[in-house]
């Protein structure tokens, strides 16, 4: 593992505690494999409260479920189904266990088993998978250029909805994970880099040497996080070419980032991104919106020698924080931690006047507490069972 700089921190023993627990045994570059099987069953997506994506995977011919296809404690696991239904194809595909719309889990826990891609010997393999939160129950956007930017064209790929017999089924082990980074990994991004700089789409692109990812503009953002609008403000005044990432194609997407010396962005899905960097020096400045670790993101750091710069960017609130990346609301500020960040740097903090700051923070305020509270009611279970009644009421 790299040193991390910590002076940004609010406390640095959530960091400290991580990096001597971590079992991560740094980068293994033994050549991935696959396992294989005969006459697999492969189940869709099911739901199962348990388990984040729900169960599903691939199943043997005498009902076990195959662990290789199970992906961390998000994914997989056996239910009942009617086998004399089920068709069965006479030939051999390669399994991805889950494809997820999921941007940052799709980079981390689907990219990862694409390794064959530069294996001629797997180029005519169809490629079956299973899906999640697709609403139209195919890959679309970004996702599926990303796929086609692998060499991957829309005849090879098999999204499965019912479940379905093959004679046999290999899948490629991951690459990359909590505790593991396999060099082949890189090989990966390397080939999706290539076919970028092929393509038309960016030849007309100016490439900047510091962005700034926001999820300022993005919907999700207005329900989820309060105060990254200031941050971008300050970024933007020395320099940082802000840009969101939902607004752009994957193909702009990585040719900005790999052009970049330095990117900052909120902690979560989006310093993953940083993959595609390029060969020269890079700097990822990370802007905690919690003090709870990113796991993934540290062996993204090593596997790809990417200096990351931590800071504590959240407002304490009576000792609240989102108690991880995925449970918000998130109260965002450019606060102390920024400021001496930026004057370490020699770049400019702008500080607002007294007037100002009390008018800024009392409309955060009120924001996050409204998003704190629609938070709390969307668990409440006799609330559930209410609105469930109001809508079933307006239908009729």
Known sequence: MKDYITKYLYNDSYMKKFLSDTQYMGI??????????????????????NLFWGRGGAITNEGKFIEASR??????????????????????????????????????????????????????YRIAFCGYNWSNNQVEGNYLELLHLMGIDDSRLIYIKEPCSF???????????????????????DTIIANVYKSEI????????????????FWRSSIREVGEKEIENQFAINGFKI????QLNVHEQIFYINN?????????????????????DFELIILAKTPIINPPQFVIDDLFDINSVYIDSFRKIMNYYAPTYGEDPFWLSDNNNLENFFLDRGYIFEK?????????????FFRFEYLLARKK????????VLRNIICRGCKN
């Open 28 to 49: 293994d570059k033994e050549t991935p494999s696959f396992f294989r099987a005969d006459d697999v069953t492969i189940l869709p997506t099911k739901k199962d409260p």
């Open 71 to 124: 992906v961390g404690d998000a994914f997989g696991g056996y239910y009942d189904f009617e086998k004399e239904k089920v068709p069965f194809y006479r030939e051999t595909v390669i399994y991805i266990p889950v494809i997820p719309n999921h941007w940052g889990h799709f980079l981390l826990d689907c990219l990862c088993r694409f390794w064959f891609i530069n294996d001629d010997k797997y180029k005519d």
């Open 167 to 189: 004679a046999c089924v290999l899948i490629p082990e991951p690459t990359l994970g909590y505790t593991i980074a396999n060099s082949s990994y890189r090989n990966i991004i």
């Open 202 to 217: 960016i030849k007309n692109l100016q490439p900047y040497e510091k962005i700034y990812f926001s999820r300022a503009h």
């Open 243 to 246: 840009l969101s990432p939902e």
């Open 260 to 280: 970049a010396k330095i990117m900052a962005c909120t902690n979560g899905t989006l310093p993953h991104n940083s993959i595609f960097r390029g060969k020269h």
């Open 352 to 364: 607002k006047g007294k007037i100002t700051y009390f008018a800024v923070t009392c409309k955060q």
């Open 377 to 384: 009611l969307s668990k409440n279970k006799y609330l559930k």
